[in-house]
């Protein structure tokens, strides 16, 4: 059985910064594309950014470009969401998510349906 685990979550001040991880078990995810998505209190779920296989091919929403960062160790099987600057508009439960069953990882992909296998979430407060 496949598990995406989301750590790191928390609640940080304006300006702040968090480190969100995402451990896979289950199946390797080096040719997985994978991603991180939100999703806000009464807003539709968003994605925040993704990444493809290698790492070498990364996509970031406009409103985290210059403060977030994408990245991963497929040896830890892990993928990361590194967030500085943080706002109280990034408050969101965040979700990392991967298309583990698909080995097509060359490319990122930023629509919710093209992943197959998503983590619990992981909350992120941020106080004004």
């Known amino acids: 059985q496949v598990q995406l685990v989301e750590s790191g979550g928390g609640l940080v001040q304006a300006g702040g910064s968090l480190r969100l991880s995402c451990l896979v078990s289950?199946?390797?995810?080096?040719?997985?594309?994978m991603a991180w998505f939100r999703q806000a209190p009464g807003k539709e779920r968003e994605i925040v950014a993704a990444i493809n296989w290698s790492g070498e091919d990364t996509y970031y929403a406009d409103f985290v470009k210059g403060r977030y960062t994408i990245f991963r160790d497929n040896a830890k099987n892990t993928v990361y969401l590194q967030m500085h600057g943080l706002k109280p508009q990034d408050t969101a439960v965040y979700y990392c998510?991967?298309?583990?069953?698909?080995?097509?990882?060359?490319?990122?992909?930023?629509?919710?349906?093209?992943?197959?296998?998503w983590g619990q979430g992981t909350q992120v407060t941020v106080s004004s």
């Open positions: 998510v991967g298309r583990v069953y698909s080995t097509s990882g060359e490319m990122y992909y930023i629509i919710p349906a093209s992943y197959d296998t």
């Open positions: 289950g199946r390797t995810i080096s040719s997985s594309a």
